[in-house]
């Protein structure tokens, strides 16, 4: 079971990889996270920090988070190392966790400042939450969904299929479920439902 030190803030590492089409619901949990009492340090991967889309600017989104959380993203390899090692937070999660982000972390390829970050917290026994949101959940990326299932300290936002028929390999997760997800990683279990 995952214990957290008494000594760390009341503090959560927020990661945001290019879903760019779950942006707009998973904002509103970082502020439910606000509204609850955490500090949440926002951390963007290179994609959702630099790429306009039709879901809105980069610009847009950094200024959002700031705004939220009181804190400007961290963007950048320098940035993510020292979370765990300075015991800057509790837990980290990544929202939306792209099948890309799934396969770096499968592998333990720590090139992107989300998966440094997310090394730099598991490092310290510190609980990664995945919420994972990609076309290929159930094809590319479903191997790197299986290894991270079999991970110490990694848990998941409950995900399901999002559009079976139009879209069958699809997986997204229920980012309503993000904070229950959060507090129960903290006590060590994997929330259920798993599959929704």
Same mark, same amino acid.
């Given at each position: 079971m995952t214990q957290c030190r008494q000594d760390a803030p009341r503090a959560v590492v927020f990661a945001m990889c290019g879903s760019f089409c779950s942006f707009g619901a998973v904002l509103?949990?970082?502020?439910?996270?606000?509204?609850?009492?955490?500090?949440?340090l926002p951390l963007l991967s290179a994609s959702a920090a630099s790429q306009d889309t039709r879901f809105g600017t980069a #610009?847009?989104?950094? *200024? +959002? =988070?700031?705004?939220?959380?009181?804190?400007p993203p961290m963007t950048t390899l320098q940035q993510a190392e020292p979370l765990g090692p300075e015991r800057r937070a509790r837990a980290m999660i990544i929202a939306p966790c792209t099948g890309a982000t799934m396969g770096l972390l499968a592998a333990g390829i720590s090139s992107t400042a989300v998966t440094l970050g997310a090394k730099s917290m598991l490092r310290g026994g510190r609980p990664l939450i995945l919420a994972?949101?990609?076309?290929?959940?159930?094809?590319?990326? #479903?191997?790197?969904? *299986? +290894? =991270?299932?079999?991970?110490?300290?990694?848990?998941?936002?409950?995900?399901?299929?999002?559009?079976?028929?139009?879209?069958?390999?699809?997986?997204?997760?229920?980012?309503?479920?993000?904070?229950?997800?959060?507090?129960?990683?903290?006590?060590?279990?994997?929330?259920?439902?798993?599959?929704?």
């Open positions: 509103p949990q970082v502020e439910r996270l606000c509204r609850a009492g955490w500090d949440v #610009a847009g989104l950094c *200024a +959002t =988070l700031e705004e939220m959380t009181g804190h994972p949101s990609t076309n290929d959940g159930l094809a590319g990326s #479903a191997v790197s969904l *299986a +290894t =991270l299932l079999q991970r110490k300290n990694v848990y998941f936002v409950p995900f399901g299929q999002d559009d079976s028929f139009k879209k069958p390999n699809s997986l997204k997760s229920d980012f309503t479920l993000l904070p229950d997800t959060l507090e129960s990683a903290l006590r060590g279990v994997q929330i259920q439902p798993l599959l929704l």
